[in-house]
């Protein structure tokens, strides 16, 4: 009798030990998954720091958006320090690659409008003479799809970044927000791995990530 009750005794508190130590397990995990979350994020958020200052310096006579691209490789360079979770890094092959992030098309401008008839590439285009980035390329007033004065990812450059990606990538997408220049919009989007099993809208085990930021272009007239 006293032998059975002690065997449920014992039994009962393997069950327990069993159930304690599975709670405490995924205390443990979780913590560790915060703990990889804050810093997945700080490093994001640096990362599109360091994009925004190399993208809002001056200008350089010649290619409008030399500057963009500097700063979209200084910000997968950032990423590429403190990639918690993530399995790639999508960057523009071929320096701006159209749908990368980057705009490739440039304008004429003559006081703050776009000339009509006046496209060609960025690469063969001059800053120095007042070619700028089109207009769909710009995240403010000027591109005909803002629809208010403080847009944010309203230029074509930036839709890779407002579109679903691939599981465990990040992408840059980097824009002026007018031309000439005021202020350089970065924005970094997509999704890294979590450490506990996780279900969201990017998919099992997966968290979404957005970083923006907006900063004053260096040089201003």
């Not at 005794?9 to 443990?28: D, H, P, Y």
């Not at 700063?71 to 999508?90: H, K, N, P, V, W």
């Not at 230029?155 to 599981?167: E, V």
């Not at 970065?186 to 979590?194: D, L, Q, S």
């Amino acid at each position: 009798m006293n032998s059975g009750r002690r065997t449920r005794s014992s039994g009962q508190a393997m069950v327990e030990m069993a159930i304690g130590t599975g709670i405490f397990l995924l205390a443990v995990l979780g913590a560790a998954q915060l703990g990889v979350s804050a810093l997945s994020q700080e490093g994001i958020q640096s990362a599109a720091l360091s994009g925004a200052r190399a993208a809002s310096a001056a200008l350089l006579a010649g290619d409008p958006l030399q500057r963009l691209q500097e700063g979209q490789s200084a910000a997968l360079a950032a990423l590429a320090t403190t990639r918690l979770g993530m399995d790639e890094l999508l960057s523009c092959p071929g320096g701006g690659a159209s749908g990368c992030g980057v705009g490739v098309d440039c304008v004429l401008y003559l006081g703050g409008r776009a000339v009509a008839g006046t496209q060609e590439p960025c690469g063969a285009a001059n800053s120095a003479v007042g070619f700028g980035p089109a207009p769909r390329d710009l995240d403010g007033s000027q591109n005909p799809h803002c629809g208010s004065p403080g847009c944010f990812g309203a230029s074509l450059s930036m839709r890779p970044c407002a579109q679903p990606g691939p599981p465990g990538r990040l992408r840059v997408c980097v824009a002026y927000t007018s031309w000439p220049p005021r202020a350089v919009d970065v924005w970094i989007t997509g999704t890294v791995r979590t450490l506990l099993p996780w279900f969201s809208e990017a998919g099992i085990d997966l968290q979404t990530v957005s970083a923006r930021l907006r900063l004053q272009v260096e040089g201003l007239a």
